[in-house]
């Protein structure tokens, strides 16, 4: 016979049952565990107001450190005591990127060409920050178009309408690999398009593909002054043909000869500011195509090339003199590298931070050899947010990830802009995605159009800031370099 449950059965039974949760609640790490790779989280005593936690939802005030008209006033989250970071940052007196200063500095005349490339992760799709910052210097120093585009628009683009036959199969120098890919001729913007087997063999009869770009109406206006279109292409064992027409009238008509190895690059003049280009490729074997642009044939250029996962660590695999060839060709006067926020993820501890940013400095000597010592202007991650308990909090070793990128990068030569310090530092993120309008996405990683406006302004405000001391101090007598990591710190 079942002996009855008495009260004190209860009693001891909830009594045991609290002690065994107390003991897990000592035991079990605040930051949770992880079990069969998911991060398991068990009752911390600070839920319940007994000691502390590191894990703070929000920081007690706000501050904006993205100062603008129009942007809300807390879009930013400070501590308090918190000080300031420069935004700006490199090694010694003279900004590295004085060489282009000078280059967009009014009463230096242009000839033809110059040419900015913007190299970046997911944060600069469809065109973001690129094209304020194209726009502004277009403006200041003349020169129009959207720059470069891909022959497969995989993208949208914020400046392009850009449409192309299905058939085309897209290539990169990172992600992951192509085993029908044996050369290291990714071309300069990273990756290449074809609309045939890379395998001759396959190659049975002509293909035909084609290309229709024009300036998007959601662009800025000097997007739409452009008057040539360039042509990167090469790597084609057999001849074959381009038909280039503009707003249905056909220009010009190529045969091109077999490059295997080589390169070319084909300069059609347009008669028409703004129209609507069309290319139509008839092969059996398609040449790699590295690229098209809409551009001017004076002034400035900046494309826009976004790299979806990468690192930034992928120049090193390609062909160098290839690159070298065009950096050289097309007077690349700026470099910008935008990378850092896939790393972050997989950091593991600081020294694999180190690690990963000793990597990407290596690849910043690379691309400064290769080009001959153009100016390199690193952005850095922005704030990044990952989901702690039931908070969103900044990732546990992106700032040490930023300390390590800013010592590395600006010992390799370049500048290297705090993109994460402009949002207001660590816990700005969550500010970001919450504010009215939405300045980052839910994912906690990526802007909206309206965040990277901002942050793009802000970024060229510092860059002018940059410039006007750098022409001031021009003037001066010079004075013996300073070898800490000295910096340009405008007033925020």
Request: one cysteine or more.
């Amino acid at each position: 016979m079942n002996k009855d449950i008495t009260p004190k059965d209860v009693f001891i039974f909830f009594l045991n049952a609290g002690v065994i949760l107390l003991l897990l609640m000592a035991w079990i790490p605040e930051q949770g565990f992880t079990l069969l790779g998911r991060k398991i989280y068990f009752a911390t005593f600070s839920d319940f107001g007994w000691g502390t936690t590191n894990l703070s939802k929000t920081p007690s005030s706000v501050t904006d450190s993205l100062q603008h008209s129009g942007a809300p006033d807390s879009i930013a989250i400070q501590p308090a005591a918190r000080k300031k970071r420069p935004l700006l940052l490199y090694s010694g007196k003279v900004s590295p990127l004085a060489g282009f200063y000078e280059i967009t500095t009014k009463g230096n005349p242009i000839k033809g060409t110059i040419r900015v490339i913007h190299y970046g992760d997911s944060q600069i799709e469809n065109d973001r920050i690129s094209s304020y910052l194209r726009e502004r210097w277009q403006s200041l120093i003349g020169g129009g178009g959207m720059g470069y585009l891909p022959a497969n628009a995989w993208i949208p683009h914020l400046s392009a309408t850009h449409y192309n036959s299905d058939n085309w199969m897209r290539y990169t120098a990172f992600g992951r690999s192509h085993p029908d890919i044996t050369h290291r001729r990714f071309g300069p913007f990273q990756s290449f398009a074809r609309f045939t087997p890379a395998d001759t063999a396959l190659c049975h009869s002509v293909q035909n593909a084609w290309i229709e770009v024009s300036a998007s109406n959601r662009g800025f206006k000097n997007t739409r002054h452009y008057n040539q279109l360039k042509v990167w292409l090469g790597n084609n064992a057999m001849d074959f043909e381009i038909a280039v027409s503009q707003n249905g009238t056909l220009l010009q008509h190529f045969l091109i000869p077999p490059l295997l190895e080589k390169d070319t690059a084909l300069l059609i003049p347009l008669n028409e500011m703004g129209s609507t280009v069309r290319l139509e490729f008839s092969a059996r074997h398609s040449p790699d195509v590295y690229g098209i642009s809409l551009e001017s044939s004076t002034g400035l250029v900046l494309d826009n090339v976004p790299m979806r996962g990468a690192d930034g660590t992928s120049f090193a695999r390609t062909d160098l003199k290839q690159l070298a060839h065009f950096f050289k060709k097309e007077k690349t006067a700026l470099i910008i590298l935008q990378f850092g926020g896939n790393a972050v993820p997989y950091l593991n501890d600081r020294e694999a931070a180190g690690r990963s940013a000793a990597n990407i400095a290596r690849q910043v000597r690379l691309l400064r050899k290769l080009s001959e010592n153009t100016p390199i202007l690193f952005i850095g991650p922005s704030d990044m947010s990952v989901k702690v308990r039931d908070a969103f909090v900044t990732h546990p070793l992106l700032s040490d990830y930023r300390d390590s990128l800013i010592l590395h990068i600006t010992s390799a030569g370049a500048a290297y802009y705090d993109l994460m310090e402009a949002m207001g530092g660590e816990g700005s993120m969550v500010r970001w995605v919450t504010s009215d309008p939405p300045l980052a996405a839910t994912d906690y990683i990526h802007f909206t159009p309206a965040g990277a406006r901002l942050a793009a302004e802000k970024l060229y405000e510092i860059l002018e800031s940059d410039r006007i001391q750098h022409l001031k101090n021009r003037k001066r007598k010079p004075e013996p370099p300073n070898h800490t990591h000295s910096v340009n710190e405008p007033g925020i």
